[in-house]
């Protein structure tokens, strides 16, 4: 590890703002003089990184705090910059073939804009789910199917969400959202008959989980997203069970079986004259 002296430090500032940040991890990447929790990253070591800061991202949106979106902006593209340098110590690929590629994809996918020749009347969205699907097809690699673009580790419900989208490109799907919400009353019944036998905890546990893909499908139907529907009915929750938790506090009391249905009731009563 070494110290950069004046004149590389002034050589370092006079570069734009992308130019810098990449030299700054090129530097810290160097093997003799840069810093040794950087030299040793590999991308396994790094993996979970991006997820962690993808997190922290939306928790900025979900708050609407623009300057901690800014930051975490900053904190994600770091996790590119350093990926991008770890390929080029590797003699993988560069930064730049990074821009390149996504570069190429973009315009090759939106042909509407860049295509003079093109003429379909699609909406942006599928047209880029068509070319994605055609993009596949033309690999003549062994079969693969258009469910294994769908990445495993994915919350579950996001990964439900984008299941049934892939699913959609090959027309297998509901015409409408009647479709899944009669599937979703079909599934709760066959989880209600699952729990009369109470011998069979996996019968129980695989029903659910289809009246839950189910539930994802209607939403999908709906388009909504999953997670923002569960995010809203969770901080809902809070806020409502924070309202109960203030009261039992100030009237020095406990939650039981007697009082928790007016407990609720109580909070979800306030929050809507708050709403009026």
Not at 19 to 34: A, S
Not at 110 to 138: A, C, G, R, V
Not at 229 to 237: N, Q, W
Request: with cysteine; aromatic share 8%; net charge negative.
């Amino acid at each position: 590890m070494k110290k950069l002296n004046v004149k590389q430090l002034n050589n370092l500032n006079k570069l734009d703002s992308l130019e810098k940040l990449l030299e700054v991890i090129r530097i810290l990447r160097h093997p003799k003089n840069g810093c040794p929790w950087d030299i040793e990253q590999t991308f396994d070591t790094l993996s979970n990184y991006p997820i962690e800061e993808a997190y922290e991202l939306k928790n900025a949106i979900d708050n609407n705090d623009i300057n901690n979106i800014k930051e975490e902006l900053g904190d994600l593209l770091l996790q590119v910059v350093l990926f991008s340098q770890v390929g080029k110590d590797n003699n993988k690929f560069s930064f730049h073939d990074v821009c390149e590629e996504i570069t190429r994809k973009i315009i090759r996918r939106h042909p509407q804009i860049f295509n003079m020749n093109y003429s379909e009347k699609n909406t942006p969205k599928d047209t880029w789910e068509k070319i994605k699907l055609s993009e596949k097809e033309n690999d003549h690699q062994k079969f693969k199917s258009i469910l294994d673009d769908v990445p495993n580790n994915l919350p579950p419900l996001l990964k439900s969400f984008k299941v049934q989208q892939k699913a959609n490109l090959l027309n297998f799907d509901w015409k409408n959202y009647l479709g899944p919400l009669n599937k979703i009353e079909e599934e709760l019944e066959e989880v209600k008959l699952s729990l009369k036998d109470k011998n069979n905890p996996d019968k129980v546990e695989e029903e659910i989980g289809d009246l839950l893909f189910s539930t994802v499908n209607l939403i999908r139907h709906l388009n909504l997203n999953p997670d923002i529907v569960a995010e809203k009915s969770i901080r809902k929750f809070k806020n409502r069970f924070y309202n109960i938790e203030e009261k039992l506090k100030k009237n020095n009391s406990k939650i039981d079986s007697d009082n928790i249905q007016q407990l609720w009731y109580n909070a979800k009563k306030e929050e809507e004259s708050k709403n009026d």
